[in-house]
């Protein structure tokens, strides 16, 4: 059965990808480091769907991950997040590691260790959740902006590499999506992630997941090479709350 491999599947974008997938009858493999929280969700899409425990940051994790799948037709590299809003003044090199580590370093290993089976199946495709943050550098953002523009570099790079190949290669950017994402960047400080949202209406991980069922549902000599999707209150990087009718 077609099989999708979903990263960062216990939260958010990730994992209403893997219900919007299972929807469209593909098999999904879920995966995180918080195991109990994929398996769970793995237990509620059936269709043969696992859960499965990946920490994309650590060789040994992804390794022992992919010696257990059998096959991989889509892999959505989703995992990342970001740590922070400091200035570069007073940047802490912990959070600007742990965003190049998820983001940028391990979108490459698990789509490195996926590709021999990505192109052993009949129309391989891989999407990898970027950000419009890779797009508009902005204050206090340059930890996570510099570790989103390196992973649309690397996805461009990526598609030119696997050209006449069947494998596709896809770079989704999502605007504000209301997830656990400013929760983890905040330290959990809920005051901090709600403020993020004030005034404007995010889009929630559903909306953004319609746009990986719909992108992995085009027929095989479709690629799509990139798609923004953000919410109506937000143009590139400016919030702009409903004021008129
Ligand atoms: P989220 O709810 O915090 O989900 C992040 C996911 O990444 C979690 O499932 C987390 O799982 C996983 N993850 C983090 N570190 C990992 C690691 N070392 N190994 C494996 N999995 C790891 O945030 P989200 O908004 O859904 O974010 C998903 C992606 O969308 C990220 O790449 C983010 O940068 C991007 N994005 C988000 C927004 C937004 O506004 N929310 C906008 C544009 C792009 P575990 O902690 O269980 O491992």
């Given at each position: 059965?077609?099989?999708?491999?979903?990263?960062?599947?216990?939260?958010?974008?990730?994992?209403?990808?893997?219900?919007?997938?299972?929807?469209?009858?593909?098999?999904?493999?879920?995966?995180?480091?918080?195991?109990?929280?994929?398996?769970?969700?793995?237990?509620?899409?059936?269709?043969?769907?696992?859960?499965?425990?990946?920490?994309?940051?650590?060789?040994?994790?992804?390794?022992?991950?992919?010696?257990?799948?059998?096959?991989?037709?889509?892999?959505?590299?989703?995992?990342?997040?970001a740590?922070g809003t400091t200035a570069?003044?007073?940047?802490?090199?912990?959070?600007?590691?742990?965003?190049?580590?998820?983001?940028?370093?391990?979108?490459?290993?698990?789509?490195?260790?996926?590709?021999?089976?990505?192109?052993?199946?009949?129309?391989?495709?891989?999407?990898?959740?970027?950000?419009?943050?890779?797009?508009?550098?902005?204050p206090g953002g340059?930890?996570y902006?510099?570790?989103?523009?390196?992973?649309?570099?690397?996805?461009?790079?990526?598609?030119?590499?696997?050209?006449?190949?069947?494998?596709?290669?896809?770079?989704?950017?999502?605007?504000?999506?209301?997830?656990?994402?400013?929760?983890?960047r905040f330290?959990?400080?809920?005051?901090a992630?709600?403020?993020?949202?004030?005034?404007?209406?995010?889009?929630?991980?559903?909306?953004?997941?319609?746009?990986?069922?719909?992108?992995?549902?085009?027929?095989?000599?479709?690629?799509?090479?990139?798609?923004?999707?953000?919410?109506?209150?937000?143009?590139?990087?400016?919030?702009?709350?409903?004021?008129?009718?």
């Amino acid at each position: 059965m077609r099989t999708a491999i979903v990263t960062g599947a216990s939260s958010g974008i990730g994992e209403a990808s893997a219900r919007a997938l299972a929807g469209d009858g593909w098999r999904v493999i879920c995966v995180a480091r918080r195991v109990e929280r994929v398996e769970r969700l793995a237990g509620e899409l059936g269709n043969g769907a696992a859960g499965l425990r990946l920490d994309v940051t650590d060789q040994d994790s992804v390794d022992q991950f992919v010696a257990q799948v059998d096959r991989c037709d889509l892999l959505v590299n989703n995992a990342g997040g970001a740590k922070g809003t400091t200035a570069i003044a007073d940047s802490d090199p912990a959070e600007w590691e742990w965003m190049f580590q998820t983001n940028v370093l391990g979108t490459v290993r698990v789509t490195k260790a996926l590709l021999p089976k990505l192109l052993a199946a009949a129309a391989g495709l891989v999407i990898n959740v970027v950000s419009i943050a890779g797009h508009y550098p902005y204050p206090g953002g340059a930890g996570y902006n510099a570790a989103k523009f390196g992973e649309r570099a690397l996805t461009s790079v990526l598609r030119q590499e696997l050209a006449g190949t069947p494998v596709r290669v896809t770079e989704l950017d999502p605007g504000l999506v209301v997830t656990e994402f400013s929760l983890v960047r905040f330290g959990w400080d809920q005051a901090a992630a709600d403020a993020v949202y004030e005034g404007v209406e995010p889009l929630s991980a559903a909306d953004a997941a319609e746009a990986v069922r719909w992108i992995a549902a085009q027929p095989p000599h479709v690629n799509i090479d990139s798609l923004t999707i953000a919410a109506r209150d937000q143009i590139g990087p400016r919030k702009v709350p409903q004021t008129r009718r």
